[in-house]
């Protein structure tokens, strides 16, 4: 019978990059969202796509920043142990920040008169 | 008895992509949940991440399926300038606007965080295999993220379906 100590030690950097980048998109998201409300200047600059409007750059930037942020950190921590508890506190921060700047009631309180 | 494109194009983003998404997550969520080496023998994680891989990753990719239809496919005729829109018929009454100044705007943002977060779980899950199971903190951190996943695409998904009912896409 195979017991689960023959598997590998795997370093948790690849999985904390991929949490950390995860908030990143999500806060990115966020960002995105409640800077479109707060200025016009912002809006326009993420109709990337006319029949979307606003929405294709704001979620154009959170994939873009999803993405790219993993890649580096997955470069920076693969190989490595970092301290986990840590990274998922960042990470789970970051993916409330998201969930904050995408709530109505949250980013209508930017918008410019 | 027939549908338009544009209503068969709703149904594959809300009904089929959505849904489907939404289905799986207690099967996924479950995997994640019992991966412990105390109730589960060796033998047993090993089957179990294998159905988890292919599981999560069939969520995340039916995940990114589901927003970029609804956004690229079905939101441009829902947001349309003209009279006939499902948001101009939304708007013009003011017993119905919040389920565009409310809804429509909450959903189509927050819904891109479910195939996001659902990624991560499943590169996660695949990256530590069996492994996994013996990994408490992260095990948590990744089923916060799953749960996170199907919260958003649950009030995208709700808010879908109310919203067509109010002012359908045709």
């Known amino acids: ?13 690849p999985v904390a990059a991929a949490l950390l980048a995860g ?13 479109a409300e707060a200025s016009a200047g912002v809006k326009n600059l993420l109709v990337w796509f006319n029949p979307v409007g606003p929405l294709s ?17 997955h470069l920076i921590f693969r190989g490595k142990n970092v301290n986990f508890a840590r990274a998922t506190a ?9 969930l904050m700047g995408t709530f109505p009631p949250f980013f209508e309180l930017f918008v410019k008169e | 008895m027939s549908i338009s ?7 594959l983003h809300g009904m089929l992509f959505g849904a489907a998404f939404l289905l799986a997550f207690a099967g996924g969520f ?11 023998t060796a033998e047993g994680i090993k089957e179990r991440i294998l159905r988890l891989k292919v599981g999560l990753w069939a969520m995340a990719l039916i995940a990114w399926a589901t927003v970029i239809s609804g956004t690229y496919i079905v939101y441009p005729w829902y947001r349309a300038s003209d009279a006939t829109s499902a948001r101009s018929i939304l708007l013009a009454d003011p017993a119905t606007a919040a389920w565009h100044t409310f809804g429509m705007e909450w959903k189509e943002h927050v819904g891109w965080l479910a195939p996001i977060a ?28 799953f749960v996170a996943a199907f919260a958003t695409a649950s009030i995208a998904g ?8 109010v002012a359908p896409i045709r």
């Open chain 1, 1 to 13: 019978m195979t017991t689960l100590s023959n598997t590998q030690e795997l370093p948790n950097g």
């Open chain 1, 23 to 35: 908030g990143a998109g999500a806060a990115m998201l966020g960002l995105a969202t409640t800077l």
């Open chain 1, 57 to 73: 750059g704001k979620t154009g930037v959170a994939v873009i920043t999803f993405f790219a942020s993993w890649i580096v950190m």
């Open chain 1, 90 to 98: 960042v990470a789970l921060t970051l993916l409330f920040i998201g």
């Open chain 2, 5 to 11: 494109p544009r209503e068969g194009w709703t149904v």
């Open chain 2, 30 to 40: 479950a995997g994640l949940y019992s991966l412990r080496p105390e109730w589960v």
């Open chain 2, 118 to 145: 659902a990624t991560v779980v499943a590169f996660a899950v695949t990256y530590y295999g069996p492994a996994l199971a013996k990994k408490v903190g992260e095990r948590r951190a990744l089923m916060i993220f």
């Open chain 2, 158 to 165: 709700m808010f879908g379906a109310f919203i067509n009912k």
